[in-house]
């Protein structure tokens, strides 16, 4: 009997930190309706989860000690769900992040036309909705490229520039009359 060792002072001080932490806990479990009601929800539902993983934890650790396979025990699902808890409240605490991805409209195009090409009438009301679409967006591009009145070119000045073209043709084909003469 002389090997063993006296545990004594070791249960001693294992009995002073339970009471401590029942004293830590007792206002926390005595009036847990009314701290939670101050709460906002998510700050809520932290509460809840801590103060329930807490209790289980407390539990494992008497499984533990009492020698019981805590592994395999009610008490551990319980600490897993929890800590399933855990994690969604951390996933509702960050932000959602913003999509990033776009569709490739042409890539779309194409394989819809590639599906659709069996099918001629669905093929043609596509075709037809793409032609809308095309022009659509080019009266768009012709109404934001277009000039105010003040700065548009006078008439006149256009019909210059055709008589320009003009000249240049007849005067080329005169060119090749003047050298066949000679």
């Known amino acids: 009997m002389s090997d063993v060792k006296d545990i004594t002072p070791d249960l001693d001080r294992l009995d002073s930190q339970l009471d401590g932490l029942e004293d830590a806990l007792q206002p926390l479990l005595g009036n847990l309706e ?47 769900r929890i800590q399933q808890y855990f994690a969604k409240i951390k996933a509702a605490e960050t932000p959602a992040e913003t999509r990033t991805t776009t569709v490739n409209q042409e890539a779309a195009a194409r394989i819809l036309k590639a599906d659709l090409s069996d099918n001629k009438t669905i093929s043609t009301k596509l075709a037809e909705k793409i032609a809308e679409e095309r022009a659509k967006a080019l009266l768009k591009s012709v109404e934001n490229r277009k000039r105010p009145a003040e700065e548009s070119p006078v008439p006149s000045s256009v019909s210059g ?19 066949s003469q000679k």
Do not use: C
Not at 44 to 59: P, Q, R, V
Not at 161 to 179: C, D, F, P, V
């Open 34 to 80: 009314g701290m939670s009601s101050e709460l906002p929800l998510l700050d809520k539902a932290k509460l809840f989860s801590l103060t329930a993983y807490a209790i289980e934890s407390l539990l494992f650790s008497s499984l533990k000690l009492d020698g019981t396979d805590a592994q395999n025990h009610a008490v551990f699902t319980e600490l897993k």
């Open 161 to 179: 520039a055709q008589e320009q073209k003009g000249k240049k043709k007849r005067g080329g084909k005169q060119r090749g009359k003047g050298k």
